[in-house]
Nanobody, 125 residues
Framework: VQLQASGGGLVQAGGSLRLSCAASGRNFRTSGMGWFRQAPGKEREFVAAISSSGTTYYADAVKGRFTISRDNAKNTVYLQMNSLKSEDTAVYYC????????????????????WGQGTLVTVSS
């Protein structure tokens, strides 16, 4: 599986962006997908995830502002980010994993098998 993330950019605080992660390969429909982010000098942190059946999970810091979704026909997962804050500034990475107990591991980066290259989101205050 190869992942290609896009959609990052510079936005003012309070604005919106939509990130996309396009996947190649046969296993997208059965893969759990996640978005993580990494700010300079910090560890990669969980943002949102979606299981193969569509169950969604969010970090507390983004709950109510971000929405993750997937389009299996397009092999793509999205992250709609609204009401952006300066603390959302980071490189955003999408990951994919085929894991039976996805609901127990969705927020653990080392559980993911594949990663995209990252897309930079900069929120100016």
């Amino acid at each position: 599986v190869q992942l290609q993330a896009s959609g990052g950019g510079l936005v003012q605080a309070g604005g919106s962006l939509r990130l996309s992660c396009a996947a190649s390969g046969r296993n997208f429909r059965t893969s759990g997908m996640g978005w993580f982010r990494q700010a300079p000098g910090k560890e990669r942190e969980f943002v949102a995830a979606i299981s193969s059946s569509g169950t969604t999970y969010y970090a507390d810091a983004v709950k109510g502002r971000f929405t993750i979704s997937r389009d299996n026909a397009k092999n793509t997962v999205y992250l709609q980010m609204n009401s952006l804050k300066s603390e959302d500034t980071a490189v955003y990475y999408c990951g994919a994993v085929n894991l039976y107990n996805f609901g127990l591991a969705y927020n653990v980066p080392i559980k993911y098998d594949y990663w995209g290259q990252g897309t930079l989101v900069t929120v100016s205050s």
